[in-house]
C-alpha cells in the first residue's frame, strides 16, 4: 500500500513511532495495531458510540474519527494512561465494583467519558451525568450502575476519599 | 433495590455481590475481547456480500482481485470441502451462495489479506454478476403460495395451532386487535470477531471466538470443514454481549477456511454495517387477537393469529414461533383457545434469537388486548391483570400444568405499591433535558401530557421440545483453592462471578480459579434463553458437591467420623455431632479432589398437532409500569419512570439482577419507542449507529426494582434466570403509557413520532 509516512504519536506520556503505516489510518487503528493499545474500541466507526473515546490535548474525542497522523504533535491519553495494570483510579475501581461493568466493551470510553467529566465537573447532577455520558452507548447495562458508580467516585472525592 | 451486603451473606458467597474476577480488567482496557487477538504473522479475512436481496448468481470472478498486491487467498462456495450449508436447527443457510442469494448481505466469498484496507479493495474487485429477481418479502405471500418456493425447504417454516376448550365460546365481552412489532438489532457493542490459527498440515484448526455456545458453533464448523469435532478446538474470545445474535454461524467457518487455506493465522472482524447484515434479528411479526371475557372481566377464550418473517434462513425461526404461540394467554388463566401461528421464509434479513425470543411478539399483542379488556369491562389495568392472573396449578393452553413458583398476582401488586415519580409533568424546572425531546426546548412544557401504563408477562426458561441442554462443570481442590472449567460462555452476564459464589458457598473456599472457557470439556448448551444460571449454575454446584462429598470421606477417614455429619460452616469443615472443626484448607491437605458434573432438566415434549404438549421446562414472571411524558403534537416521547417486580426464584448476586433488569428495561425501552431495522424491498436502510438509533443514558428512565423472591423447588440453586423476562413486558408498558397520555390506538412497535402526532 502506498502513501506511507513514518510519524510520532505522543500517547499517554511517550513518544511512539509509528511506521509502515497507511495515511488514511485512524487513530483508533493506529492506537490498536501499531501501538498495540487495545483498550480504546470500535463499535461503530462514526462517532456514535463513545467507545474509542481519548483525551486529545485534554479533549475527549472518538479516536474512530481522528487521522493518527493528525494528531502529531498533541498530547494523547488512552484508557492505558489513567492508571497502571493492577492499580486501578477511583472511576475503575467504582465500575467494577458497583455493577458498571457487565460485557465490558464499552467500558473503556466510558471511563475516559467520566474522568474528563470529574475534572470539569466535580460534583454533578444526575441530569449533568446523563447529558456528559449520553454519547456512550452501553447495551448491557441500561446505564442505572453507571450513574451509580459515577456518583459514588464523586461522593468519594467530595470526602477527600 | 439495596444492593448492600445482607448481614447474613459471607462475603463473595451466595447472596452477595462481590466484584466480577474480569471487573477491573474491563475498567482497565486490558480485558481481551475477540476483536483484541492476533498472532504473528496473522491476516486480514473480510466477506463478500450480495447488495441484493433476491438474485440468481450468474458468474463470479475472483481473478482481479488476485492483481491486487497483498491478497493471499480468495474462497468460494467451491472451496468449502465439506456440508456446503449449516444452521442451528435446520442445516438450511449456505457457507457461501453458489447459484442464489436470498438476502442482502448473504455472503458470496471472501479474501485473507495483508490489511483490512487491501482486503476492502480485494472485494471491490471481485466480479458477481447476478440475475436479479422479485423478492418475496411480504410474509402472508410465503403463507398464501402466491411466491415460488424461495429456498428448497419451501417457504413456511413451521406452522403450529393450538387448539384448546370450547372452540365456539363467545363471551359477554369481545375485544380485538392487531398488532405489529418491527425489525429489531441485538446491536451489541463487540462487533463480531474472530482468530483463527491452523495445526500444521491443515489437520485442524483452533478458533478464538466471540460466540454463545462453544461447542454447537464447533458442530456446524467442523461438519462445513469436513474435520472430526475433535480436531476442531474452540475458545471463547471475550465477548462484547450477544443478546441472541451470536447464537448462530456468522464469520466462524469463513475465518477457519481462510486460515486452512493460507496456512496462516486470519483475523475477521466484523464492521457495524457488516455486523447488521451478518447475524440474525428479532423478528418482525404480526399479530391479530381477539379476546373473550365474561362481563366481569374473566378472560375465556383467546383468538390468534400470529405470523413470523423469518427472512432467507431458517435459524431458530421453528423455536422462536413455538414461544410466541404458547405465551399468546400471557400470564393469565385461560381455558379456551385457537392459535394459528406461522414462520415463514422471506427475502429479508434472515431472523433468530433476539433476547425474550417468541414471547416479546405475543406479549406486546396481549398486553394490548387486556388494556382493551379492561376498558371494556370497566376494571383498570391493574384490576383485571389481578382477576386473571395464573397461579402455580393452572394449566396452559397447552395442556402443560405450571408446576414452578408463579407469583403474577404477587409481582403486579408489589409494582403498584412502587412509587410514582416525584418529577413533575415535563420535567423539573431549569431540566429542560427532562423534557420529550431534551435539549432541543422543542417541547412546550405546557403541552406535555403524562400517562401510565402495564406490562406483565410469563417467559420460559431453558430450551423446549424435548431438547436436553445439559451443562457440564468441573471442580478440583487442592491446597484449599478450587478451580472450576466449563464451557459456559460469558457474554457479559456474570456468570464467571457467579461459578465463584457457587464454589465458595458449597467448598468454605475463598480462592476460585476459573480456567479457560473452551471445548476441551463437555457442552454447558448457550448462553440463551435465561438458562445459564439454571443449567451452568447447576452443574457448578453438583460438581462442587461431588467434590465436597469427596473431601468429607477424607475428612471422615482421617478422624474416624462418619462423613455423614460433616458439614461446611464458614470456611472450616465441622462435624455436626462432634467437635471437629478445621480449615477447609486443613482438611484437604495433601489431597486432590476432582469432579465432574452434567446438569440436564427435567424431559420436554414436541407439541402434537393441536398444540397439546408439555413442551417447556419452567416459567418466570414479571410485571412492569411505566411513567411517560408525551408531547401529542410533536410525537415526542420521554420515558420517566420504569417500576418492576420481577420473580426471580432467588437472588445470587442482586447486583447482577439488577444489572440484568436495567439493561433488559433499556432494550424493551428500545423497542417501543426507537429501535428498527428499516427493510424495504429487501434492503435495509439503517444499518449504521447513526441511523439505528439506540437509548442512551439520557433516554433511560430511573428504574425502581422490587425481587419477588420465592426460591423455586426445581431449580438447582433455587434461582430462576433473570435475563428475558425484563425485556418483555417493558415494551407493552411504555406503549400502554403512551397510549395513556395521547388516547391513540399505537398497534405497532418501535412507536413513531408520526403514529402520535400525525395518526
Known amino acids: 500500500m502506498g502513501e506511507n509516512e513514518i510519524y510520532e504519536l505522543h500517547v499517554n506520556g511517550s513518544l511512539r513511532e509509528v511506521r509502515d503505516a497507511w495515511i488514511g489510518e485512524s487513530l483508533l487503528y493506529v492506537l490498536r495495531e501499531r501501538l498495540g493499545l487495545l483498550g480504546s474500541k470500535g463499535a461503530c466507526e462514526q462517532g456514535e458510540c463513545g467507545s474509542c473515546s481519548v483525551l486529545v490535548d485534554d479533549e475527549l474525542v472518538c479516536s474512530c474519527l481522528v487521522l493518527a497522523a493528525s494528531a502529531v504533535g498533541q498530547a494523547i491519553v488512552t484508557i492505558e494512561g489513567i492508571a497502571p495494570a493492577g492499580s486501578p483510579s477511583d472511576v475503575q475501581q467504582a465500575f467494577a465494583e458497583y455493577g458498571a461493568v457487565q460485557c465490558g466493551f464499552c467500558t473503556p470510553g466510558l471511563i475516559m467519558a467520566t474522568h474528563a467529566l470529574l475534572e470539569r465537573t466535580p460534583q454533578p447532577t444526575d441530569t449533568e451525568i446523563r447529558e456528559a455520558l449520553s454519547g456512550n452507548i452501553c447495551r448491557c447495562t441500561g446505564y442505572g450502575r453507571i450513574i451509580d458508580a459515577v456518583q459514588q467516585v464523586a461522593v468519594s472525592r467530595a470526602d477527600g476519599r | ?72 487467498a480468495i474462497v468460494t462456495a467451491d472451496d468449502v470441502p465439506g456440508k456446503p450449508t449449516y444452521g442451528l436447527i435446520s442445516s438450511d443457510q449456505p457457507v457461501f451462495a453458489a447459484d442464489v442469494v436470498r438476502y442482502t448481505g448473504e455472503p458470496i466469498a471472501a479474501v485473507a489479506a495483508d490489511h483490512p484496507e487491501t482486503c476492502r479493495r480485494a472485494l471491490e474487485a471481485i466480479v458477481v454478476e447476478y ?61 463480531e470477531a474472530a482468530l483463527a490459527l491452523p495445526d500444521p498440515g491443515g489437520a485442524g484448526i483452533e478458533l478464538f471466538v466471540a460466540t454463545q455456545w462453544l461447542h454447537e458453533d464447533r458442530k456446524q464448523i467442523a461438519a462445513c470443514l469436513d474435520l472430526a469435532p475433535d480436531k476442531v478446538r474452540l475458545t471463547l474470545g471475550g465477548v462484547g454481549g450477544s443478546f441472541g445474535a451470536r447464537e448462530d454461524i456468522s464469520l466462524q467457518v469463513h475465518a477457519c477456511l481462510l486460515a486452512l487455506r493460507t496456512g496462516r493465522p486470519v483475523r475477521m472482524a466484523y464492521s457495524r454495517e457488516e455486523s447488521f447484515l451478518g447475524h440474525v ?40 414461533l413455538l414461544n410466541a404461540v404458547t405465551h399468546t394467554q400471557g400470564p393469565y388463566k385461560c381455558a379456551n383457545a385457537t392459535v394459528d401461528g406461522y414462520a415463514v421464509r422471506t427475502n429479508n434479513l434472515p431472523c433468530g434469537a433476539m433476547r425474550g425470543f417468541g414471547v416479546v411478539q405475543a406479549c406486546f399483542a396481549h398486553e394490548g388486548q387486556i388494556d382493551k379488556l379492561a376498558v371494556a369491562c370497566g376494571l383498570d389495568p391493574v384490576e383485571i391483570r389481578l382477576l386473571n392472573a395464573m397461579e402455580t396449578g393452572d394449566s396452559l393452553i397447552t395442556g402443560q400444568v405450571i408446576e414452578n413458583v408463579a407469583p403474577v398476582a404477587e409481582c403486579i401488586r408489589a409494582v403498584a405499591s412502587l412509587p410514582l415519580p416525584d418529577v413533575p409533568v415535563g420535567g423539573r424546572d431549569g431540566e429542560p433535558m427532562q423534557r420529550p425531546g431534551g435539549a432541543g426546548l422543542t417541547a412546550d412544557p405546557s403541552h406535555i401530557r403524562r400517562g401510565i401504563g402495564w406490562g406483565v408477562a410469563i417467559k420460559n426458561l431453558m430450551y423446549s421440545e424435548g431438547f436436553d441442554d445439559y451443562s457440564t462443570a468441573r471442580c478440583r481442590l487442592v491446597d484449599g483453592v478450587a478451580s472450576l472449567k466449563f464451557a459456559t460462555c460469558e457474554v457479559g452476564q456474570g456468570f464467571v462471578v457467579l461459578a465463584q459464589q457457587i464454589a465458595r458457598s458449597v467448598l468454605g473456599v475463598d480462592d476460585v480459579v476459573l480456567e479457560p472457557i473452551d471445548t476441551s470439556i463437555g457442552s454447558a448448551g448457550s448462553t440463551s434463553a435465561t438458562r445459564q444460571t439454571w443449567m451452568s449454575g447447576g452443574a457448578v454446584d453438583g460438581a462442587c458437591r461431588l467434590v465436597r462429598e469427596r473431601l468429607f470421606e477424607h475428612v471422615g477417614a482421617r478422624y474416624d467420623i462418619d462423613p455423614v455429619s460433616l458439614a461446611i460452616d464458614g470456611r472450616d469443615v465441622v462435624d455436626t455431632t462432634g467437635t471437629l472443626r478445621i480449615s477447609v484448607t486443613e482438611a484437604c491437605a495433601g489431597a486432590e479432589f476432582e469432579e465432574t458434573f452434567e446438569h440436564h432438566h427435567r424431559p420436554t415434549e414436541d407439541l402434537d398437532e393441536n398444540g397439546q404438549g408439555n413442551c417447556h421446562t419452567a416459567f418466570a414472571f414479571v410485571a412492569h409500569r411505566a411513567v411517560v411524558d408525551v408531547d401529542p403534537e410533536l410525537g415526542l416521547v420521554k420515558v420517566v419512570q420504569v417500576a418492576t417486580a420481577q420473580d426471580v426464584g432467588r437472588a445470587l448476586n442482586p447486583l447482577s439482577v439488577m444489572g440484568q433488569i436495567e439493561g433488559g ?75 395513556d397520555a395521547t388516547g391513540r390506538d399505537l398497534s405497532r412497535v418501535p412507536v413513531r413520532p408520526s403514529d402520535i402526532c400525525l395518526p
Open chain 2, 1 to 72: 433495590m439495596s444492593t448492600a451486603t445482607r448481614e447474613s451473606v459471607l462475603s463473595g458467597r451466595l447472596g452477595d455481590s462481590p466484584i466480577r474476577p474480569d471487573g477491573i480488567a474491563k475498567a482497565q482496557g486490558s480485558f481481551a475481547f475477540s476483536g483484541d487477538l492476533s498472532a504473528d504473522g496473522a491476516l486480514w479475512g473480510a466477506t463478500l456480500r450480495s447488495p441484493h436481496a433476491s438474485a440468481r448468481i450468474v458468474r463470479i470472478d475472483v481473478s482481479p482481485a488476485w492483481q491486487i498486491d497483498g491478497v493471499t
Open chain 2, 131 to 191: 440475475e436479479v429477481l422479485a423478492p418475496l418479502t411480504e410474509p402472508e405471500r410465503a403463507i398464501d403460495g402466491s411466491h415460488p418456493p424461495i429456498h428448497p425447504d419451501g417457504n413456511v417454516i413451521r406452522h403450529q395451532r393450538i387448539i384448546a376448550g370450547d372452540q365456539s365460546l363467545v363471551g359477554d365481552v369481545v375485544v380485538e386487535g392487531t398488532y405489529e412489532l418491527g425489525m429489531q438489532d441485538q446491536a451489541f457493542l463487540g462487533l
Open chain 2, 665 to 739: 428495561i433499556a432494550q424493551g425501552l428500545g423497542l417501543a419507542v426507537m429501535e428498527e431495522i428499516i427493510v424495504t424491498d429487501g434492503l435495509v436502510r439503517n444499518a449504521s449507529f447513526t441511523d439505528y438509533l439506540l437509548p442512551t443514558m439520557l433516554d433511560m428512565p430511573h428504574v425502581v426494582v422490587t425481587l419477588i423472591e420465592h426460591p423455586d423447588p426445581m431449580a438447582p440453586l433455587g434461582a430462576k434466570g433473570v435475563g428475558e423476562p425484563p425485556t418483555i413486558s417493558s415494551t407493552p408498558a411504555i406503549v400502554a403509557a403512551i397510549r
Open chain 2, 281 to 320: 434479528h428479532r423478528h418482525p411479526a404480526k399479530v391479530w387477537m381477539r379476546h373473550h371475557a365474561t362481563a366481569g372481566g374473566v378472560l375465556q377464550r383467546i383468538e390468534v393469529r400470529l405470523v413470523l418473517d423469518g427472512g432467507a434462513y431458517a435459524s431458530t425461526s421453528s423455536a422462536v
